[in-house]
């Protein structure tokens, strides 16, 4: 998850600089060093939680809508779910759920914010993978 809060950043803020602290032993962490995300900048701008990614263009709100909610904002945060995704259930898998996201995870009554956090999780799968992961 915290792969897709970098991606998504990178993709909609490609100069922010975005670092990832992360546990080094795990092995789902690996890409942050091929993509230069780790490190320890001398002052954070911003800090956000994994289950945040940008899925809109900024317009300088830093506040995070709900995945549940209609509101569009630039950053929507899935922590309490996101269609039949439950970020508790799958915190401590060693899998990630960007594969197919929509069609495993998608309702017919998603929110437009659902629907963009499962998109965002889609087109990032195949970046992810291609490290090695």
Known sequence: MAFAAWYSFRKFLPDCKVFVEVDLVHPLFRWASVFGALGRPPRADFRFHPAVVAVRDFEGDWSAASAKSEDQKFLVDYSGGCGNFVADEWINRN???????????????????????????????????????
């Open 95 to 133: 899998q990630v759920p960007f594969h197919r996201a929509t069609k495993r995870f998608g309702t017919l009554d998603m929110t437009v914010n659902e629907v963009a956090v499962l998109r965002a999780w889609e087109k990032c799968n195949d970046l992810y993978r291609s490290v090695g992961v």
